[in-house]
């Protein structure tokens, strides 16, 4: 059974920062695409940062550049996202989510990615 399961999602300061993992499992994901999403309350789901298979690419919504950086692990089969300066309004719950193709033309489009995350709350507090 194919999944990706994200941890270490909590509360914290503002000015705090998280560092989330999400473990991928069923088969193995170096070759696909990966990126995380967030969504807050009464929101769309939106982009946060995607990464290449090689991981040598990556992608920022200009929301989080500079404060975010998504990394991988292909011999763990895990995609992490630190993140920095954290600010009340990145409070959301946080997706991982998985393109088989590996492409990040369309990075994104939620409808990219076959494979997603149940996610995880992180709380910034002011």
């Known amino acids: 059974q194919v999944q990706l399961q994200e941890s270490g999602g909590g509360l914290v300061q503002a000015g705090g920062s998280l560092r989330l993992s999400c473990a991928a499992s069923?088969?193995?994901?170096?070759?696909?695409?990966m990126a995380w999403f967030r969504q807050a309350p009464g929101k769309e789901r939106e982009e946060v940062a995607a990464?290449?298979?090689?991981?040598?690419?990556?992608y920022y919504a200009d929301s989080v550049k500079g404060r975010f950086t998504i990394s991988r692990d292909s011999a763990k089969n895990t995609v992490y996202l630190q993140m920095n300066s954290l600010k009340p309004e990145d409070t959301s719950v946080y997706f991982c989510a998985a393109n088989p193709t590996g492409s990040l033309y369309n990075w994104r489009i939620r409808s990219e990615y076959h494979y997603w995350g149940q996610g995880t709350q992180v709380t910034v507090s002011s």
């Open positions: 069923g088969r193995t994901f170096s070759g696909d695409a």
């Open positions: 990464i290449s298979s090689t991981g040598r690419i990556t």
